[in-house]
């Protein structure tokens, strides 16, 4: 994946364009959607440092130099560099020092977490993954690791009224495209931003590359609005995404003799009315079974009850205590006979979780869903969950009971 998004200068540069990330507005991205299965992994982002006289390392200056270069066909499309054929170990690094000379600038280098293959890629080319990998005192080559993605970040915009931090640059080694390293890269640059306390985060894509629109939307990003980039005035179109807290939960589908299922009426600012199963929040060092355990004790008063087989996991968004998460929802099948919730921990459970009433609900009611059910495919996933089961331990033939006939 190929991606050069905007930061925005607040002034023009003179001279060869040459600036990658800093001078433009724009994210750009050259590579169709990576697949479902990425067979790529990337090892933790590495703050890009350089040696005590302010200059790259010639090993780690040679690794990214040949990263650029194998992304021609984007870098013919930005205009970054005056020629896309013919990008200079000095043009990187004259790029590179102007982003680094920005204090709210980070570059941060990705390295194959598999390490050592190197087979078939474009950029592997003079130099790449040389140096002793010792980062911390200028050194480069990632100890052996291949440099597949660079990303260039800003904290703060140059424009006081966007409160966002922007990704600058998103961009992985041709020879290393299509095997997921882009989603990744992603989504490690969201989390230190999500880490650091911010909240969303924008980058912006030039609109004669579609492939860059298509990128980043199928990662959740929103067009928010279309303008120029700064530096070059070419048409952009800006997006942007919420960075929402990773929650891991847990909840208990429990069944009655006859398939109704009991859940509870919440309410939420984000989603509204709704009805759910019985769980939450993971406590720390708790599995999801515990925490489904635990859950459906303190809110239904059963103690008599264990999560038994696992239904599936159902990732959602929305928002808790005034901030937006996505959670992750472990969901497992319980069955017993049908009863009330019991204990007066029920009534501490909805005042705190926003829990107003509770039920069971048939089959058919989850069918015809009056009111929204989280999660929505509950009907038909009870139903696949009982055809299997059915399926592997079939009911045994009903006896005979006939009299034997009399002469």
Known sequence: ???????????????????????????????????????????????????EDGTIPGPLLAEITALHASNRDFYALSGDFPDANDIRPEQVAGALSVELANPDVEILLARDGEGGDRDGADGDKDGEGGGDGRHGDGGGGGGGRRLVGVAITLSRHPDPADPDPWIGLLLVDAGAQRRGYGRQLASLVEERFRLAGRTAVRLAALDNNPGALAFWTSLGYEVVEHRRDRQLGRPCTVLRKTLRRQRRAARVAVLDPEGAVFLFKYHNDEVGVHWALPGGGLEAAETPREGARRELREETGWTDLEPGAFLCTWSHDFTRADAPVRQHDDIYVARRPRREPVGGLLAASRAEEGILAWRWWTRAELVAQAEPVWPPELARLLAEFEAAAEAENPPAPPADLTEPGRA
């Open 1 to 51: 994946m190929r991606a050069s998004c905007g930061l925005g200068a607040p002034e023009p540069r003179q001279g060869p364009q040459v600036g990658i990330a800093h001078s433009a507005l724009c994210a750009l991205l050259g590579e169709q959607l990576p697949p479902h299965s990425p067979d790529g992994v990337v090892g933790d982002l590495e703050p890009l440092r350089t040696a």
